[in-house]
């Protein structure tokens, strides 16, 4: 079983349309991605605005999610191109984008350990710099965890290896200044950040379970972060 075939297992219809925080993420967008554009674990649906991106790369480790690949507003200005790989290795040169995405993608690059999910948190981070012009800009959405989902977290090392005999890869989530902080060890010093509330029940994609608006709030806030390449 490698993490590649467990996210070829997952819906490309993960989270269904006209969920509220995904409109959001919609409009608050609408400045920021611009240019060519990167999207790494891009999955099958692309929720932010895209009208204003020109060439525009989507990279997922799984096919079937770029098979079904949907934009939710007006597409990228070129027709898109999907490559079938791992974040760790895009095939590009450096400063190729002016705007590289990783939507939900962060937390689930955690493996084995908080050390280890930070060392490749910070790995796709970094090349993110040095995939992205002077000016560039990396577009984050994260759920970033709250206080309350410090026991999962304390507990993950034993949980990972015991659902990975189960074919599930179990994410790993960061504090939003935990995020920070590693986008700063990328290279990233200039951040905006917005939170955005949840308002109805979003499915989890490992559970299959549609957790109450309440519950999700007080264990996760779902953060966008923009980083500047200066
Ligand atoms: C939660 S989904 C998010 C999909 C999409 N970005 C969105 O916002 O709806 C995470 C995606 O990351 C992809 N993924 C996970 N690990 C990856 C890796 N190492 N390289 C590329 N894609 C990866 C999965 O296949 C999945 O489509």
């Known amino acids: 079983m490698t993490t590649h075939n467990y996210f070829a297992r997952w819906s490309t219809d993960l989270y269904g349309s006209g969920i509220e925080f995904q409109r959001t993420i919609h409009v608050l967008t609408a400045g920021i991605v611009r240019g060519d554009t990167l999207d790494l674990g891009c999955g099958s649906r692309v929720h932010y605005y895209t009208a204003n991106a020109q060439r525009w790369v989507g990279m997922d480790l799984s096919q079937a999610m770029l098979d079904d690949l949907r934009f939710f507003g007006q597409p990228p200005r070129q027709p898109p191109e999907k490559i079938a790989a791992s974040c760790f290795e895009p095939p590009f040169e450096d400063q190729s984008f002016d705007t590289v ?83 700063r060890t990328a290279g990233f010093d200039d951040s905006l950040v917005a939170q955005i509330p949840i308002r109805e029940r979003i499915v989890n994609p490992v559970s299959g379970i549609a957790l109450p608006p309440l519950i999700t709030n007080l264990l996760q806030h779902m953060t966008l972060i923009v980083l500047t390449k200066h």
Do not use: K, N
């Open 101 to 183: 995405c990783a939507m939900f993608l962060l937390h689930h690059l955690g493996q084995y350990s908080a050390r280890c999910s930070r060392r490749r948190v910070v790995q796709v981070l970094a090349t993110a710099h040095r995939l992205l012009r002077p000016g560039g800009r990396l577009l984050i959405a994260e759920s970033a965890r709250r206080a309350l989902e410090l026991p999962y977290h304390a507990v993950f090392p034993a949980l990972y290896r015991i659902f990975r005999l189960a074919d599930i890869e179990l994410p790993y989530f960061w504090t939003l200044r935990q995020l920070l902080a590693m986008s």
